[in-house]
Structure formats: C-alpha cells, structure tokens
C-alpha cells in the first residue's frame, strides 16, 4: 500500500543532542512537508521541499535543518538550537506544491520529547 | 494576516444529534478552504474541499461543509453525529504567496457522547 512512513514513533532526547526523525513516502509526490503539533496552535509548518535536492523554510524552521536527497526521503534534524523541541511532528506530502490543491497526505508522527 | 480561525476549543454533542464545528478564514484572493481529521497519536486525514462552484460541498464520512463567502466562513456539519466521529478537526486555507502553503487553525476537540 502506498503512503508514508515516519520513524521513530516516540524518541526520548537529552538537552543538547541533536536527533533525526525518518520520513518516507512511496506515493511518488513531488513535495514533502514538515509541521509541528503543540496543543492549542495548530500545525506549524518547519521547511518544506518541492523537488530533490531542494527544501525552503517554514514559518518556524529556526533550530531545524533537512536534506532531499531522494525523491522518497524528506529527514528532519531538530538540533540542540531549538529552545522547545518537545512536541509531536507531522510529515506530509502532495503531488506537488505548485498550485496546490490542499490534499496532503500526512505520516503518523514522531512524538520528541526532550528530558 | 491570511489565516483561518476555529473559534471553539471544543464540542460536545450526543449520538444522533447534529454537529457543527465551526470556522472562519481570512485571505487575499479566492479562499481554498479544507477541512482535516485527527484521530489520537495519528497524522491526519483530508475530509472535504472548496475551491469552487456549489457552496455545499460533501466529504468522506458523511461530513459536509457550507461555504459562505458573505460571512467568510467555512463551518463543517454532519446530521447525524457518530461516537467514532470524536477526534480533533482542523480547518486550514491555501495562504497565496511563496509557495501557497496551507495553513491551519488550531483545532476543534469533537466529543460525541453515547
């Protein structure tokens, strides 16, 4: 079945360590997207990628980083710059971003939390 | 600000009974408007679409949404609520610019009791 697939489910992080959340999609889309959940706001979108080899900032991609070096594969790195990385994160793609219908196709999450 | 807002944090309503989550939205230029549904610890999954033409527009599950472009509203309704319908449900607008993101409200908790 195609869809996307995101490990870990649940990451335990000390301060100060840098960790990478897996994001995998068979679906074939162009774009992929990264959003974080905290109660109450929403979903927040980190970076986003429209094609390999090419990913923009979000409304909140300070203390993040990602790579696209396959079209399948969108990982996120939450270094120990972000203040509050304690959160659940979404990733998501669409066939592409480029007139957008809306209809993404989002992964079960990453639940981070930060001990 | 291009945005959309979901004014109540939650709602309750019986089995059988009607339901209405509400929500606003604020763009430049013609309104997307989308509605999602998360259930506990998953990602979430599209419900319904506007983009044009009749302003009653039907979704999965038996969820519909009237779009009124007077009142800039875009309010997700369904006759007859079901227990398995309680989840979190979010609202979210193409924002026109870089990119023409999809942006979202905060959520509404739908809570059906038996």
């Known amino acids: 079945d195609g869809g996307i697939t995101q490990s870990p489910k649940y990451l335990f992080r000390k301060e100060g360590q840098n960790v990478t959340l897996s994001c995998e999609q068979n679906?074939?889309?162009?774009?992929m997207y990264w959003y974080r959940q905290d109660p109450g706001q929403g979903l927040r979108l980190i970076y986003y990628?429209?094609?390999?080899?090419?990913?923009q900032k979000g409304d909140i991609a300070e203390g993040y980083s990602v790579s696209r070096e396959k079209k399948e594969s969108f990982p996120l790195t939450v270094t120990s710059a972000q203040k509050n990385p304690t959160a659940f994160y979404l990733c998501?793609?669409?066939?592409?971003?480029?007139?957008?219908?809306?209809?993404?196709?989002f992964g079960e999450g990453s639940r981070l939390t930060v001990l | 600000a291009q945005s959309v807002a979901q004014p109540e944090d939650q709602v309750n309503v019986a089995e059988g009974n009607p339901l209405t989550v509400k929500c606003t939205y604020s763009?430049?230029?013609?309104?997307?408007l989308f509605w999602y549904v998360q259930y506990p610890n998953r990602g979430l999954q599209f419900l319904l679409k506007?983009?044009?033409?009749d302003n009653l527009v039907k979704g999965s599950y038996g969820f519909e949404a009237e779009f009124n472009k007077s009142q800039t509203s875009f309010h997700l309704k369904k006759p007859s609520a079901l227990v398995s319908d309680s989840a979190l449900y979010f609202c979210?607008?193409?924002?026109w610019g870089a990119g023409n993101m999809l942006t979202f409200g905060g959520g509404t908790r739908l809570m059906v009791k038996p």
């Open positions: 998501a793609s669409s066939i592409a971003v480029t007139g957008n219908t809306g209809e993404l196709f």
């Open positions: 679906l074939n889309h162009d774009a």
């Open positions: 990628s429209q094609i390999v080899n090419d990913f």
């Open positions: 763009v430049s230029g013609n309104p997307y």
């Open positions: 506007y983009i044009t033409g």
């Open positions: 979210a607008v193409i924002k």
